[in-house]
């Protein structure tokens, strides 16, 4: 039987172009895309993986962690 999973990601710009994406409840997973979809496809790998390796070894897969993800405005004295 199939075991179907979902996983928040994050996806961080790099200055000169891609994207590290990292997903917060597998927090041994850090990969790396090209664009955004290629992230995305990276982060599906590497999610695949680790949840083979983990079901290999009778580990509990993890649940989502949900991400809040916020803005904070800093001012700083000139």
């Known amino acids: 039987m199939a075991t179907v999973r979902t996983y928040a990601v994050v996806l961080e710009p790099e200055p000169d172009g891609g994207f590290t994406v990292r997903v ?3 927090p ?8 955004e979809a290629d992230a995305l496809a990276m982060a599906e790998d590497a999610i695949r993986l680790v949840m083979e390796d983990r079901a290999s070894r009778g580990e509990a897969m993890p649940e989502d962690a949900k991400p809040r993800i916020r803005e904070v405005t800093v001012t700083l004295a000139a």
């Open 28 to 35: 041994e997973i850090v990969s790396y895309g090209d664009d």
């Open 24 to 26: 917060p409840a597998l």
